[in-house]
């Protein structure tokens, strides 16, 4: 009797006590039980909890300790843990078990250099950022980064006021910065279903003017190939771009980019100028700021041109800048690939657009190329028009009642302002295709009149650069809507980091 007494006198309230800590504990072990602790449902309980008593020596309030665990999430996401090889991948044991060994000392030796990471951030010293390589670190895991910020904003708003933005700042050792804008791909659209991308294609063949005979499906192609992985469009002078703008961040190629907000004081010299204009359209830079979601910056700043791109699916992570950008990679790599486009409209007899949906109107040529490099750079454009001119003249030869015009293309916007970054005088994507040595044997073969350089009133606003986000947001609304169910939205699912 007196051991029951005992016990119900010291066990319970210990139990209570325990009951107490561990709900003071649980925002943070929730969300290291959401993350990094997900594998092993039975141990990771005990694993988080004993994780954040090794926190304690950082701060012992509720906000202090899961700003621990936010710090020690982030430094596992920029930082991945080696993967395990897998057993049946190989034909001989030996090897297998060799290569685990190696992955076990990598580990070993991750786990050092994350737990030496983490104590950094955590006591603010002077080592408190996230070192990576290359912006590719980031764009590489951006599904991971937008669940971490899923569970951050699930719960835990008593502790965490701005759950879209990292703890920790970031430094990007080589990164490439544009004046670009990119757009949503169909493949972000699509969630990389290449089905959906191809059932997507021969609805919009079905929807261009059966008049057009064989241009149809050629139109439709460029269309949706151009759009696939998502062109860039240069920031322009227009009324749209006047605000704040974002700048394009990437590594190894435009689809590997993420947006880049920099305040005014802050920016990066502008691309590189020569023969009296900007010869290439991207510059390694080392950047520092803050990774957050493009929810979380002040749309009323921001330009109405990149707005809507903003919204887009495959738009969802951004880095604003903590610190001036003016310190040149150490590394001298001079490439960057993005698509170089041009886009010709189709224009009845009147020289007007055929249809009042611009891209039924389009005709997207493109190269895929290095923009970092200026002969590369101007050698793909002149092989781009000369590509163009031999697809203009079938066209104008099989179809007589058809006038093709120029609307805009990645150095010039077409709405009648000149882009920031201009090319330098004949260097353009316009006045490489309008060649005078072309012109003249149009003239000479009765076709020079039905070439246009420009769209004329409301047609060429309509399909000018700046107006691309809006024309190819209205797009894909209704390419998906026309192809089967919404995709999935990936702001609300629980999608966990691994």
């Not at 297998?96 to 070993?108: P, Q």
């Not at 969630?191 to 241009?215: F, N, Y």
């Not at 650069?465 to 809507?481: E, F, I, R």
Request: neutral net charge; contains cysteine; glycine residues 6%.
């Amino acid at each position: 009797m007196e051991i029951v007494d005992t016990l119900f006198q010291v066990g319970l309230p210990t139990l209570a006590g325990l009951f107490v800590f561990l709900a003071y504990l649980r925002p943070t072990i929730r969300l290291l039980n959401r993350t990094i602790h997900r594998r092993f449902k039975i141990t990771r309980l005990v694993r988080a909890t004993w994780m954040v008593l090794t926190f304690l020596s950082y701060g012992r309030s509720r906000t202090e300790l899961y700003r621990a665990a936010c710090m020690r999430v982030e430094a596992e996401l920029l930082h991945p843990r080696p993967e395990r090889p897998d057993r049946w991948e190989y034909r001989r044991r030996s090897d297998f078990r060799l290569d685990l060994e190696d992955y076990r000392k990598s580990l070993r030796e991750w786990h050092r250099k994350i737990d030496l990471l983490a104590d950094n951030l955590m006591r603010k010293s002077d080592k408190n950022k996230i070192v990576v390589d290359t912006c590719f670190a980031i764009s590489d895991v951006q599904d991971e980064i937008m669940g971490y910020f899923r569970v951050r904003l699930a719960e835990n708003a008593k502790v965490d006021a701005n759950p879209e933005v990292f703890m920790s700042e970031v430094h990007v050792q080589e990164a490439f910065v544009a004046p670009l804008q990119l757009l949503s791909g169909l493949l972000g659209k699509y969630d990389e279903d290449w089905p959906k991308l191809i059932e997507g294609h021969r609805a919009t063949v079905d929807e261009l003017d059966d008049s057009l005979g064989d241009i149809r499906s050629f139109q439709a192609f460029l269309f949706t190939c151009w759009l696939t992985w998502g062109p860039s469009i240069p920031f322009g002078t227009c009324k749209r771009w006047g605000g704040h703008n974002v700048m394009q961040l990437g590594y190894g190629d435009e689809s590997n980019s993420i947006s880049l907000a920099v305040r005014s004081a802050d920016e990066p010299h502008p691309p590189r100028v020569a023969r009296g204009g900007h010869v290439v359209l991207a510059e390694g830079w080392q950047v520092t700021g803050v990774i957050k979601t493009t929810a979380a910056l002040d749309r009323l700043k921001l330009c109405s041109a990149q707005t809507e791109v903003l919204r887009g699916e495959q738009n969802q992570l951004m880095l604003e800048a903590s610190a001036p950008i003016n310190a040149p990679s150490e590394a001298e790599s001079i490439y960057y690939s993005a698509y170089i486009w041009v886009i010709i409209v189709l224009c009845d007899a009147d020289g007007r657009p055929r249809h009042s949906e611009p891209w039924k109107n389009m005709l997207t040529f493109f190269e895929h190329g290095n923009v970092a490099d200026d002969s590369t750079y101007l050698m793909l454009k002149r092989q781009l028009a000369s590509k163009v001119r031999t697809s203009l003249e079938s066209i104008l030869h099989e179809h007589p009642d058809l006038i093709l015009s120029f609307a805009c293309a990645i150095d010039e916007c077409g709405c009648g302002e000149p882009i920031r970054y201009p090319a330098p005088p004949g260097e353009s994507m316009r006045e490489l295709l309008f060649a005078e040595s072309w012109l003249t044997r149009l003239d000479a073969e009765g076709r020079r009149d039905r070439m246009r350089t420009a769209l004329t009133g409301k047609a060429r606003v309509a399909h000018a650069a700046c107006k691309l986000p809006n024309t190819v947001s209205g797009y894909q609304k209704d390419q998906v809507s026309r192809t089967g169910p919404q995709p999935i939205d990936r702001r609300y699912p629980e999608v966990l980091v691994g």
